[in-house]
Every structure is written in C-alpha cells, then in structure tokens.
C-alpha cells in the first residue's frame, strides 16, 4: 500500500512539471516575440533640400517628448517595436533665438526603416495690437497673409491682453491685418529661420471716444464743486460761534422764548473806554479782546485759542501782556485756564 503511495505522489509530481515546462515554454515565446526594431530618419530641409546637421532636437512620439543632438550626418535614429507612429520635431541651432525648423511624419514600423523626413525652416511671431493713444486692444481680429510652401493654422484673434503668438512660423514675407470694430491697422515684416519676430500693431483711432472724455470731464466739474462746498462748509463749522465785535455794530442775544433782541453788553462796556485802549493793542491781543467782548467778557484759555487760531505758547505770551496791563484777569483752576476783562478795561472803576 505504501508503495503504490509512492507511486502515485511521483506520478503527480511528474505531471505538475510538465505542466510549468509548458508555460515557461509559453513565456519565453511571448518574451521573444516582443522585438525592436531600428529606425533612421535623416533630416531634409524642404526648402533647400539639404540634410539638417548639428541640431538639438526636440520630438514628441504617441504624446511622450523627448529630446537628442543631431551631429554631422543628420541621422535620427531610434529604436520602436512594431508599431504605428507620429513623430512631431523641433530643431534647435543654437546661435539662433528661437527653433530653425519643424516637421510631422507618419510610418508604420514592423522591420529596420531608414527614410527621409522633411522638415521647414520656421521662425516665431509674438506681438501685441493697440490703438492710437497705445492702449492694448483684447479680442482684435488678425488676419495673416504669409507667402509661404506649408499651410499653418495662425490666430484670428487677440487674447484678453492684446496678445498673439505664433510658434512653428513658416519662413516668408508675412502682412498682419488687425481690426476691432470701426478701427483698422497693419504691419508687414520678414519671417528668417530661426528669427524671434516681436511685432505691433496699431490701430488708427482709439478705443476711448470723444463722449467718454465729456462724461470725465462733466465728472471733474462735479466733483471739483463738491470740493468748494465742503470747505465752506468746514469753514462755517469752525467759525461759527465767533461773534465779532464792531464799533459799528452792538452785538446783539435773541432769547429762547423769541423776545425782542436786547443789546449785548449794553450795561457792562463803557464804549469810549475800551476803545482807547483797543488802539493801543497789537494784532493778536485785540484779537483776544474782542472775542472775549463778545461773549459775556469771559472764556476759557482754550475757547480763546481755539476761536483766534493763536498757539498755544503764543497765547499764554498774549495774556500775559495783557495781564500786565490789567486789561484781563487770568485765574487757574487746576488745569482749566479761565480769562475774564478786568473792571478798569470795562469801565466800572
């Protein structure tokens, strides 16, 4: 019994190897049947016919970009699978700013391939559209005509800064024609391989019209108006409760309950008197004075010095002066200043 066991865990053993050597068979097949081929593409100029030489090159395969020198001989080589292929390059030399050329082929591979790929010489266009007083124009129509052996697709419009590009320009004499709206401009130039081509146009007449600026100006009236009537405004604020005194004139209090005006000070100023001394005062001492004669021959020192405009050490100089010549009478409360005209001023001594 144990040997038919045996016999029977070798024969399962022998059939499971087997098995594996079929599927490694199987995976060593699929392994060599994965095979590269050799690809050389030499480079053409399409216009000159001659082989590209001594390039950087930039190329994109099915979406996956990739770059590579070119030397002496002009050949592109690579290594594909079997396979269906667009290849897309840009040249670079490097004494030139921008790329000399660009091309697009097509193949199939399925063996080695050697063929010729043609590229042009292109240039690059970038520039912007404005009007006449140099204001960027977005949304501008741009129309090309390019003497050119390839057919590019080009702009035909300005994006939201005025701007435009084109990369992969076919060398030739181009004329740009931009308009918007009412206005129209133009530029013509050269595209040379390998050229950075930094264009603009201007439009003939601007896009601001001749009523916006007499909206502006009708705006700069109004608001230059509104200036005027907050200073008088401010003006009249500051200066309101100033009531200035006049030989000619007496002042004058209304009463709350609208009695008949009564003279101001009428009892209390002896006029003769007070004008003797005024003539004998400067400026900002009669300035004092008067204010204070015009409200009930008192006040505080900052009422005075914020009605007379006098600073501060200024006045504290001006009553003294006045103080000296017993015109007013000054007492401190702690730091409340009152000043009131002293008696000999009024009269009543």
């Given at each position: 019994?144990?040997?038919?066991?045996?016999?029977?865990?070798?024969?399962?053993?022998?059939?499971?190897?087997?098995?594996?050597?079929?599927?490694?068979?199987?995976?060593?097949?699929?392994?060599?049947?994965?095979?590269?081929?050799?690809?050389?593409?030499?480079?053409?100029?399409?216009?000159?016919?001659?082989?590209?030489?001594?390039?950087?090159?930039?190329?994109?395969?099915?979406?996956?970009?990739?770059?590579?020198?070119?030397?002496?001989?002009?050949?592109?080589?690579?290594?594909?699978?079997?396979?269906?292929?667009?290849?897309?390059?840009?040249?670079?030399?490097?004494?030139?700013?921008?790329?000399?050329?660009?091309?697009?082929?097509?193949?199939?591979?399925?063996?080695?391939?050697?063929?010729?790929?043609?590229?042009?010489?292109?240039?690059?266009?970038?520039?912007?559209?404005?009007?006449?007083?140099?204001?960027?124009?977005?949304?501008?129509?741009?129309?090309?005509?390019?003497?050119?052996?390839?057919?590019?697709?080009?702009?035909?419009?300005?994006?939201?800064?005025?701007?435009?590009?084109?990369?992969?320009?076919?060398?030739?004499?181009?004329?740009i024609i931009t308009?918007y709206e009412d206005?129209?401009?133009?530029?013509?130039?050269?595209?040379?391989?390998?050229?950075?081509?930094?264009?603009?146009?201007?439009?003939?007449?601007?896009?601001?019209?001749?009523?916006?600026?007499?909206?502006?100006?009708?705006?700069?009236?109004?608001?230059?108006i509104l200036v005027?009537?907050?200073?008088?405004?401010?003006?009249?604020?500051?200066?309101?409760?100033?009531?200035?005194?006049?030989?000619?004139?007496?002042?004058?209090?209304?009463?709350?309950?609208?009695?008949?005006?009564?003279?101001?000070?009428?009892?209390?100023?002896?006029?003769?008197?007070?004008?003797?001394?005024?003539?004998?005062?400067?400026?900002?001492?009669?300035?004092?004075?008067?204010?204070?004669?015009?409200?009930?021959?008192?006040?505080?020192?900052?009422?005075?010095?914020?009605?007379?405009?006098?600073?501060?050490?200024?006045?504290?100089?001006?009553?003294?002066?006045?103080?000296?010549?017993?015109?007013?009478?000054?007492?401190?409360?702690?730091?409340?200043?009152?000043?009131?005209?002293?008696?000999?001023?009024?009269?009543?001594?």
């Open positions: 019994m144990k040997k038919k066991c045996k016999l029977l865990i070798l024969f399962v053993l022998f059939l499971i190897a087997l098995s594996l050597s079929g599927f490694a068979d199987d995976v060593q097949e699929n392994v060599t049947t994965i095979e590269n081929f050799e690809v050389s593409l030499t480079l053409i100029d399409l216009t000159s016919n001659e082989i590209v030489q001594n390039v950087t090159l930039n190329y994109l395969i099915n979406g996956i970009s990739s770059s590579i020198f070119i030397d002496d001989s002009g050949l592109f080589k690579l290594s594909l699978p079997e396979g269906n292929y667009v290849i897309q390059i840009e040249a670079f030399d490097q004494l030139t700013p921008s790329a000399d050329y660009y091309g697009e082929v097509k193949f199939s591979v399925n063996e080695d391939l050697s063929k010729q790929m043609y590229v042009y010489p292109i240039g690059l266009i970038r520039g912007f559209v404005k009007d006449s007083l140099d204001n960027i124009v977005p949304n501008a129509a741009l129309k090309f005509e390019c003497v050119a052996m390839v057919i590019t697709e080009y702009p035909v419009e300005t994006d939201q800064f005025g701007f435009f590009k084109v990369e992969n320009a076919p060398v030739s004499s181009c004329k308009s206005s129209i401009g133009m530029v013509e130039f050269d595209v040379t391989k390998g050229s950075l081509n930094d264009v603009t146009i201007n439009l003939d007449k601007s896009l601001i019209k001749n009523n916006d600026y007499g909206v502006f100006n009708y705006l700069a009236v109004l608001l230059g005027v009537l907050v200073a008088i405004w401010y003006f009249n604020k500051n200066n309101r409760h100033i009531k200035p005194y006049t030989k000619s004139t007496k002042a004058m209090d209304k009463s709350q309950s609208g009695s008949k005006l009564k003279p101001k000070l009428a009892e209390t100023v002896n006029i003769n008197v007070s004008e003797t001394i005024l003539k004998t005062l400067n400026k900002k001492e009669k300035a004092v004075v008067e204010f204070l004669l015009a409200n009930t021959n008192k006040a505080s020192q900052a009422k005075i010095r914020h009605a007379t405009g006098i600073p501060r050490t200024s006045l504290s100089r001006v009553l003294q002066s006045l103080e000296g010549k017993k015109i007013v009478h000054v007492e401190k409360h702690g730091k409340m200043v009152n000043v009131a005209l002293t008696d000999f001023f009024l009269g009543k001594k």
